[in-house]
């Protein structure tokens, strides 16, 4: 009796280790990298409120986001183009927590050269509601 109880208890922390280390992102090209340990590049734009971070690489045309409260929300942050600040294009999300570094997403096929893009960090309750009064501020960046 007792080796079905070990046994249980190893399957249990498997299936626990699988999914605490399984994380999504949301971008709509599905390149984003958790956990990346760089960080945008010196002098990047960026858009900070509080618990989330957010920067715009134009080389690659690449969005950093980074969890920084330890509050159980997660950061995203939205982007469109300038003229159509009312409408997202798109979105980058880290789901791993403020120990886990930056997460990119590469939008390079998507984002258009030499235009002017906007762009704005939150913090989320839920994929779809916004934690209030913790956004950073709005953003305006050159792509490549």
Same mark, same amino acid.
Request: hydrophobic residues 25%; negative net charge; aromatic residues 10%.
């Given at each position: 009796m007792k080796w079905k109880s070990v046994a249980g208890t190893a399957f249990g922390f498997a299936v626990s280790a699988v999914f605490c280390l399984s994380g999504t *992102? @949301? @971008? =709509?090209?599905?390149? @984003?990298?958790?956990? *990346?340990?760089?960080?945008?590049?010196?002098?990047a734009p960026c858009s900070q409120g509080r618990g989330t971070h957010a920067c715009f690489?134009? =080389?690659?045309?690449k969005f950093w986001v980074k969890d920084t409260g330890k509050d159980g929300w997660f950061p995203r942050v939205?982007?469109?183009?300038?003229?159509s600040e009312l409408v997202w294009e798109? =979105?980058?999300?880290?789901?791993?927590?403020?120990? @886990?570094?930056w997460t990119s997403c590469s939008f390079a096929d998507e984002i *258009?050269?030499?235009?002017?893009?906007?762009?704005q960090a939150f913090n989320m309750v839920s994929d779809n509601v916004e934690a209030p009064e913790m956004q950073g501020p709005g953003v305006y960046a050159k792509t490549s």
């Open positions: *992102a @949301a @971008a =709509s090209d599905d390149t @984003a990298e958790q956990g *990346a340990r760089v960080g945008p590049p010196v002098g690489e134009k =080389s690659g045309d939205y982007w469109t183009y300038k003229g798109g =979105s980058c999300s880290d789901h791993l927590g403020s120990d @886990a570094g *258009a050269e030499n235009k002017t893009i906007y762009f």
